[in-house]
Every structure is written in structure tokens, then in C-alpha cells.
């Protein structure tokens, strides 16, 4: 090259990967990780990846190919080439006479092989090492869903007039439930990790009418079980001027519905990697009262929650029936709820909540509150607890609320059903449980 | 009413009040809050309030001026009656003949007048009350612009391709500072609250190499000043593949371009409430090295830092001599930024790295981060600290790590100095700081 090709290539734009089918015979700049080196006889194929794919580099000039040997997989580098139709290249297209320059240092061997299709390490594998596994497209894949997802909550819940709100993560007082509560110390007070942000949605509904917020809860669960984190990223909504729980599940089938919509249509590229079906969202989501979902399991009618094969059961029954991979069931006994439950009106046994089931399993629970000051009194009393402890939420009862209700959605859980993982931390970027507090 | 009448106005869909102009002549039914009562002789005006404004409905029935007398202001109620045209009334629009209903129970007074155009509560008071005074049009108007600033700033970043991330936000290992970090007991383990989600998004930008996180961080600041929270919300951006610092601020005055943006479109009613003058953000930012400023401040060019009095200076100077809120500093001295920094190349006193002032001051920290794995290494050697610690965040820069940088914005200081507050927890919904843990 000349001085003057050699300043044009310097200062050529960078080209992602997914754009080489437009660049057909132009000089073109790729920059990202090596992927995958393939050593034949007279040439090398490097497989560079990029945020947006793969595409090859054809190397055969020999002091760039000593210079590759030299660069392991996951080396960041910078190549300059013609972008050449070639229909046996991934898209299409590939990368012919490179220039080749390292970005970085060479990288250390990678504790597990990205270049395979599929990873098959174990599951501590894979999250021991999370700094390098979501390199894999197949796991970026999985979090692009989530990515997405969350994209979809808040777009669905704005076109509803939804004013998105930021609560605090320390509180002062461990009440929504007691038990399960990180402690921390707070300039030398004790304070808590929330558990959730239900107290403050509801109090701001007294002044937004409709809020919501996607953020991180705490639970200190001391059990070890595929669908349990100890935190775990929740998608709230909560809002006012409600008939009953009802209408929640109406703005929580928008939601879904949006959700679902997000993932199609802004991680397309994600959704066909890992070949999913997406669920189908119907119009009117199947819904049962809890007494007749017990009749027709055939269950004891004194149970008062479902187990997980009675969550199955009903996750067949909706598809079956209705064509849905979503079943609502409302009217879960009031024992089995927390205290700001709304009861169902003329029979208290039952409550204005309900559970929402995806494929078979619970996804959210939701419903309406209970709103007037006084039975906020109630309730505590009858659980035994003074409302001292509750002053800040029960302020907002004091002085005005209006009938309301809301949800709240696990991210984990969710992109878990989305993509058929057994394991909520295998849809986790970096899972926190019992025994896990790094990377 | 005849029964047929009756029907017609329980099934009489809600009205809000900023809808009120296009319903005139109309039977309406409104539901809110009772934000003011005015007593005159005949006639008593209700001023009701919901989440889009506020309305006047025109009381002369003696039955119904008896039901208002006995509801105070904050009880939530349903009003039916027919919107007229009255260029006297708020809106240009009132409700006579109206009917009322109660939603719940008469509300306790509010502990401050919300009815008062401006509400002049102690700082204590308004955030003792939080729960009432965010009720307040010019409080839920602040927060509105903060919500918009939310939005402004994840639209912005998806238009550039980058991917949201969720990072966890308890830690094992107190490393980034290693003061003032809050303390969690993790099932018996000893744990901490993450300070920033700095090291979190440096690994993920060797996933998808665009990654930005919306989330709480935690600060045990021990100084009670009022520009610091113990716990805030942190807008995080970190992307690779930049020439240096100078990709970075360009980025930013992107964001904050569109940040400005979302607050005009999707915040015109808070921004005319508060009469605020937006920001201009100029194509590009005016940016100083950190040596001319001081020499143009006339200070000692050994100084390692900017005092207050030198940032307003160069919020004057921005402004005057080229226009702009927005000043950016360059190159800030090594010796006060963190180990990840990345020197100014050829002189390792100074840091690729800024500050972006806006109106004055600090906004913003950002710049480029070392990103070769030997550096790391003897960064950390000369803080005097084992590369043990670091373990899961020295990953990502072993197996490939491209040149990256980021920044920051703590969203409650930016929407203080957008509406002109003296104190960030003005802006924070339900602030935490050395003596507030509650509400």
C-alpha cells in the first residue's frame, strides 16, 4: 500500500458483521473477538464475532497467518479486507486478503470451547465463569429476550399512561413479611433489603394513579430450588381506579402481550438462534375460579394453593381448551395471601387475586388491595402486628386511596419459560443464591 | 333519573380531567382526588385532581353541598354531571349538576395545604410526609421529569445498539473503593452493597460490547451534604471499540441530547408547570484540558481537583462564550481517579477520562478504562492490592477485552439541577441518607 491507501484504511468506519451482505466488493474494517479459527492445508478461516454475528476472514498471506497463530480465540482484533460474495461463507460474504491487528494482548484460553454450536459445560461451569460463558451467541441469545422484555413492559405500560417510579432498596422496618429479610447495617442502625417494592407502588398511586418499576428485590430464601433466587429482577405495575382484580388481569394481558411483541420484533435474530415458538397471547386469557380449578382436578376442595402438578394440569387445560399458554386463576383463599389483599365481596374466604400461569407454570401473582385506612387497621390487628411499624405506608391509606391493584413479574422466571430452561439462573446474568455471591 | 338513566351513568366510562375541552355538552364521569373545596355563598366549587391535572365541578345541590362538607380534601370520588364551557374555570371546562360518590372513606386533613399553589414545607416536613406532599401538581411534576429523563435515556442508547444489563447489587467482595460501602449479612457470610455497577458492565461490554443498566447504588457517605445520597439511581453506559475518551463524551452529549429531548416531548406539562427553561445541548460540547482550565481559573496547576467555585466559574464561561449548559473537563489527574482509568498517552499524569459540568456542576464522570489484563495487574499491584479479589472482573479482561470506556449519571442530581434545587432530595421519591431510613 501507498501512503495515501495506508491513511484511507485508518480512517475507514467500522463495519459490523450482519452488514457485510451490503458491502459486497468494498474495503471494509470488521472489529470484534476472535471466534474460531479453522486451519486447512494452504488457507486459515478466522470466524470474527461482533455484537451483531459472526463473519469470515479468509487468511492465507503467510505473516498474517503466523501472526494468528500467535492470537488465541477471543482476542480482540481489528481486520481490514475486501468483503467478497461467497455463498458457502456465513450471510454470505466473506472477508478476503486481510490486514490483521491485535486489539489486545492475546487471550488466555477460554475455560470453555465458545467456537461449539451448543455449550455443554455443567451449570456451575457456566456460572462460575459468566465473565467469558455469555460470549457464547447462544447465551447472549437468551439475555437479548430479556433485554427485550424489558423493553416490552415499559413500552406496554407508557401507552397506558404509566409513570415509570424509582423506591428505595433499604428500608427501615423487615414488614411485608418478616422472614426472609437481608440485614444490613446502616451507619450502624439495622435496615433491610426490600423485599419488594409493594408498599411504595401502592403509596404511589396516591399520587400518580398508575406507576411501575423494574429494579432488584432481596429474598433471603434459604431453600435451593431451580425457580428461586435471592434476588431477582422484578417488574412491577400497580394502579388505581380499578372495579376489582379483573382489570388488573386486563392491563397485565396488555402487558404480556407487549412483552411478547418486544421479543419478536426487537430480538428477532435471538428468537431464531435458539428456534423458539412464542407463546401465543389471546385477546381474553382463560380464567378459572380456584374452587372450580380444585373440582376439576379432582382435588381436595379444602386445599388452598396448587401444587406444581395441578399447574400443569391447568397449563394443558388452557391449550388444549383455548388454544392459550397463559391460564389466570383467580380467587386464591385469603389464608394463602398477604395482608393488603383485597377479599372477594359476599364470600372473604376467597380473595380478588389471582395467579397467572405461562406453559404450566406460576409467572405472577396480582390483584386488587385493599384501599380504605381502616381495614388496613383491620388486617394487621388480625395478624397481630401494631401499624407503627407501617406509618409511612399506611399515610397514603390515611389520606385518600383509591380502589387499586397490580402485579409484579419475574424477569428470571419469565425468559426461563421463554426459552424452556429448567434453572432460573441459566436466564441470570450474574445469579445471586445460597451459595452464590460471585462473579 | 329514570332506571334507564341510571344505567347509562354506571356505565359511564371515566373522563380525565385534561380531556375535559373536548367533552362539551357531554355527561361525564370523573374520578380523583377532592384537591380543593371553595365555599361560596350559593354555590361550592370541588376542585378535583387525577393523574392528568385538575377540573372544577360546580356543587349547588343542598344534599350533595351536605356529602362535600363532610368529605375532606384527599378523599378519593367519582363525579358525574355535564362538562360546560365556563372561560372562568381551570381547563375552560366545568362540571354542573354534578353527582358524588365517595371511593373510600373521608380522608384525614393532609398534613401540609396541597391546595396551595406552592407548597412552602420545611425540607424535613416534605420528606416526613413523602407520601402526601409527592401529591403536591409541582412535586409529582418534578418527578415526572424524571421519569421523562428515564426514558430519554434508554432511547437514546437502544438507537445506538446497546443492550440493557441487569448486574447484581450485593457483592462479595468490598473492592472498588473499599470505604463507605454498606455491610449485608448473606446467609452468615459477610457481603456488601455494590457501590457502582462499574465492574459488572466492563465484563459485559466483552459480551455485547453496548451495554447500559438502570439501578440503585449504594454510598455509606458518612457527610450529610446536599448533593450526596447514601442510595441513588444510576444511569450506566459502557461501550467498546472507542479511540479514546473523546467516543465516550460523544456518546454522552447523544444521551443527554436525548435525555433533554424526552423531558420537552414527553414532559411539556411538568416542564410549562415549573416554567422551566430547558438546557441547549450543542452539537459539541466545549472541552477544556483539565491544565488550561486551571490556568484559565488562574489556580495552582498543581491542584489535583476542581472546587465548586472553579466548576461555576466554567459553567459561566461555557455559557458566555460558547452558549452552552454543558462543559466539558479533560484529562484529570491519575492521581484522583479510579485504578481502572486510562492514562493520556505519553503523559501518565493526566487520565482519558472527564467531567462533564452541567449549569455549573458535576453531572457526570466518565472516560476511558484500561483494558489489557497486564495493566490490571499492575494497576492493582501498585494500589498494593492481590488480583484475588478482583477474580470474576480480571476474567474479562484475560480471555479479550476490546478499548472501552463509559459514564454515569445519578439521575436525582440531574433532575436537581434541570428544575434549580438546592438539594438532591428534592428530587428522590423517598430518599436515604445517614438519618432517613423512613418512609
Redesign the interface.
Known sequence: MNSEEVLFVMTLP?TLTRDLPQRVGDEVRL?G??HRRRRLASVTFCVLR??SGLGQVVVKDPAELRQLDELGE???IDVTGTAVANPQAPGGVEIVEPTLRP???P??P?PVELWRPSLTATLPTLLD????T??HPRR?AV??L??AT??GF?SAL?DL?F???????????ATESGANV??????G?P?Y?AQSPQF?KQ??V?????VFE???V?R?E?HDTVRHL??Y?SLDAEFG?IDDHRDVLKVLREVVAGMVDAVATRAAPAVEQLELTLPVVPETIPLLHFRDALKMLRADPDEVDLSPEHERALGRWGLEEHGSDFVAVEGYPMAKRPFYTHPEPGDPRWSNSFDLLFRGLELTTGGQRL????DYLSALAAKGESPEAY???L??F??????HGGFAIG?ERWTARLVGADNVRETT????D?HR???
Chains 1, 2 share one sequence.
Open positions: 467500522r472489529q473477538w476472535i461482533d455484537r477471543e482476542t480482540v486489539l489486545t494482548d487471550a488466555e477460554s465463569n459468566a465473565p467469558t455469555w460470549r447472549q439475555w437479548q430479556a433485554a424489558l423493553h415499559r407508557l399512561d409513570t415509570e417510579v424509582q423506591t428505595p432498596k433499604v428500608v427501615g422496618t437481608f440485614g444490613v447495617d446502616w451507619f442502625t435496615a433489603l411504595y403509596t404511589l396516591g399520587v400518580f394513579e398508575r423494574v429494579g432488584p432481596f433471603a434459604p435471592a434476588e429482577v381506579f384501599h380504605r385506612y381502616a406509618t409511612g405506608y399515610d397514603a390515611a389520606h385518600g386511596m383509591p380502589p424477569l446474568l450474574f445469579p445471586r445460597l455471591l460471585a462473579p
